[in-house]
């Protein structure tokens, strides 16, 4: 096969697919440089394609397994596969799941067999990664047969945050730091130092903040040995009545993602301000976890009271997004950003 005539016809798709899979982060890919829009593009599709397995709740825990498997099998060599044994249409056409997921998973051996344009080293960061990422998402994984899934301990919430978000920052952090970057070895080591929280501290906010619709779709990133900690059992912390015990466990959690954001703005700060389109990217979700984290503080009362998950203003998002341009040429911006 023809790869690259193949994906050069494949890249309208991949960009019409990324906006519609992920309105909050398309903008961010777009301000890339156009090799890392690519890359990082498409790197985003795979993990998104891996997510809506792990999401899919109508499945049992066994095909789910064996759909991750065979997504690192095509991930590794997308010869790997065959067409006839196609397990991605089979989800994309029972289960309950979103249009453009649907779209994706129909379209899974194109995702995979696009990574073969890749130049040699990132093909390999990209295919050592998002296996990474599969074969933890295999670890945690829940289905139509197990249905309630809370996670046991802190540890295992670092662990799954891990895999499903650190990974991530793994990969970008291999792809910002590419030769012709020219990234100085001091501010690459503090990238690499950081990267696994700068994925991670997204991701702890979007636990947080989705925690109570989460629950109500039958899973819990809440470790029951910290609800435990604060005498207080599942169903009790997604009520009302234990505010105290409600708010200590938030707390906990609150901190532990405003500790890994403040690693996330380690990651940053060490990107040299002539990569911008680097810094911006990284930039806008960071100021946005940060604005989301320090609205729930704010908020908490109303947001303990809801079931919904919790969201910024349409305002203030935009506020974001603008100011975010000069905190991409200065660290000092960047911080009053944040403030």
Known sequence: MNYKYYCSEFAGLRNTWLKEVSRTFYPSIKALPADLHIYVGHSYLICRLLDTLEDAYDITVEKKKEALHQAILCIKNSGNYSVENDVFSDIAATSDIKPFEKIILGNAFKVFECIETFPDIVRSDIRDWTTEMADGMKKYAFGSDNQKVQLETIDE????????????????????????????????????????AFGKALQYVNIIKDSREDFTEGRCFIPADLLKKHRITLNEFFQNEKKDEIKAVYSELLEKAEDHLHSAIKYIEAVPVRLWRIRLFCIWPVALAYATLNGIKRDLDEFINTNDTYKISRKEVKKILLKGYAAAFSNWYFRKLLR
């Open 157 to 196: 919430l670092e662990e799954y945050t891990y895999y499903v978000a650190g990974t991530v920052g793994e990969l970008l952090s291999r792809l910002f730091t590419l030769d012709h970057f020219k990234v100085p070895d001091d501010k690459s080591e503090v990238m690499f130092a950081n990267g696994v």
